[in-house]
């Protein structure tokens, strides 16, 4: 009799534990979960991620190589004896100067050099601000991604509620004769079939988080409540007139024209191997027992051997600067046709959208309530008031999508455009315009 009691309190003890357990984990991974919004997603992601922080590092590198650029010739310090009768007894000699001589290059190559380091930093600059812009890109589409299984999840669950809803009643008119055993059946299968999707949007949500976190630089399990919703509608799209407009502004176009300048003044640098260097001395003198006297050194070099290294180095500047002509006109072909293709992706995503207007979703909720109605009233069988459930199920699925695919074709018009975080015109620094927010 005291072994079934013992048994009978663990048994409870291990309910209750069991049970305090299961409260404690979902309280601490209610406690996990964060709000996440669409600009917070992005701070966190320019802060983390490894290829703009090498961006950044690669611009302090920059800055450092034009203070290296400008650099000027350390003077040199130098004692010379002359005319003494002993190698080891230098003091003994007749003559002795103390020189100081200071190299002095041509006065165009230092400015040269520091103009094409200058033009370099201002490229490394840009190629930060285009890895920024597209990483900001990617995080809107991953964004995007979650929110519209978040989005699915949550519409699939009113369906459900829905259906339980109908099988309640349909279950109340089988008690009372008015449907057939094979309905209430038919019934069943819908529920199953729709809670098999909702577990099949869980999944694919919780792959989608995982996505996002690392892609920010965080935990992949951490729990995210997204806080931002679709963009809405930009209207009235001229394509030419944007397309204009982005690729003028394209980080790509700005770098090309960069590239040209930084060629040509490339350029400039080699051909001042073709000029002197100078080289300027001053020397304190003694000549046997007079002391004090000064002398003066001027020194300039010859470029007699220009048809070498010169000739060649200017050669080789003129061929990279041509190169860089070609990719400059290479590249606005192609930026320009990214844009364009960008914006008509953009218009189709909202030609779709537009086909969902609010009276068509307004119709597809009206057209259950009032088949469940017909249904009752013994107008339309089960298998059509199932399938009114199916289309009003797809249309607000495909409403979603299509709202997620001009979400993402704004994030690849801003990827495509390459657009600057500070713009000129007073727009946004997050290019916020693009979505009519």
């Known amino acids: 009799m005291k072994t079934f009691f013992y048994q009978a309190c663990l048994r409870a003890f291990g309910r209750q534990a069991g049970l305090l357990f299961l409260v404690g984990l979902f309280s601490a991974r209610a406690q996990t979960q964060e709000e996440l919004s669409l600009s917070g997603a992005i701070d966190i992601a320019i802060h983390n991620n490894p290829s703009i922080q090498k961006a950044r590092k690669e611009v302090e590198a920059a800055h450092a190589r034009v203070l290296q650029a400008g650099r000027i010739p350390n003077p040199e310090l130098g004692v010379t004896w002359n005319e003494s009768s002993s190698i080891i007894k230098p003091n003994e000699s007749n003559e002795r100067d103390i020189s100081v001589t200071q190299?002095?290059?041509?006065?165009?190559?230092?400015?040269?050099?520091?103009?094409?380091?200058?033009?370099?930093?201002?490229?490394?600059?840009?190629?930060?601000?285009?890895?920024?812009?597209?990483?900001?890109?990617?995080?809107?589409?991953?964004?995007?991604?979650?929110?519209?299984?978040?989005?699915?999840?949550?519409?699939?669950?009113?369906?459900?509620?829905?259906?339980?809803?109908?099988?309640?009643?349909?279950?109340?008119?089988?008690?009372?004769?008015?449907?057939?055993?094979?309905?209430?059946?038919?019934?069943?299968?819908?529920?199953?079939?729709l809670r098999n999707n909702i577990i099949e949007a869980q999944r694919e949500k919780q792959v989608r988080q995982r996505q996002l976190n690392l892609l920010i630089g965080r935990n992949a399990e951490q729990t995210i409540v997204l806080t931002d919703s679709f963009p809405s509608v930009l209207t009235n799209v001229n394509i030419d007139s944007l397309a204009n407009s982005f690729t003028e502004r394209s980080i790509a176009a700005r770098i090309a024209q960069l590239s040209v300048q930084r060629q040509e003044q490339s350029l400039s640098l080699a051909k001042t191997t073709y000029l002197p260097d100078f080289q300027i001395g001053v020397a304190n003198q003694r000549r046997g027992d007079i002391t004090n006297l000064w002398g003066i050194e001027l020194k300039a070099s010859l470029p007699l051997w220009f048809w070498q290294e010169p000739k060649g180095q200017v050669q080789e500047a003129k061929a990279l600067s041509d190169i860089a002509i070609l990719n400059q006109k290479a590249i606005g072909l192609q930026v320009r046709a990214s844009i364009r293709s960008a914006i008509e992706l953009l218009t189709a995503a909202e030609a779709q959208l537009s086909a969902f207007d609010r009276s068509l979703l307004a119709d597809a909720d009206d057209i259950v309530s009032t088949a469940v109605n017909q249904y009752q009233n013994n107008q339309i069988d089960v298998l059509n008031l199932l399938d009114i459930y199916r289309t009003h199920r797809a249309t607000r699925v495909e409403y979603l999508r299509a709202l997620h695919n001009y979400a993402v074709a704004v994030a690849e018009l801003e990827a495509a455009a390459e657009l600057p975080r500070q713009t000129e015109g007073g727009l946004a620094s997050d290019n916020s315009f693009l979505t009519g927010d």
């Open 103 to 193: 190299p002095v290059e041509f006065p165009t190559k230092r400015s040269n050099r520091i103009s094409v380091a200058s033009t370099d930093r201002e490229l490394v600059q840009l190629r930060l601000d285009r890895t920024v812009v597209l990483v900001r890109s990617r995080v809107k589409r991953s964004y995007f991604d979650l929110l519209l299984g978040e989005k699915i999840a949550e519409s699939l669950d009113k369906q459900l509620a829905l259906l339980r809803d109908f099988q309640q009643l349909l279950t109340a008119r089988y008690q009372a004769g008015a449907s057939s055993y094979l309905d209430v059946v038919r019934a069943k299968v819908e529920l199953t079939r």
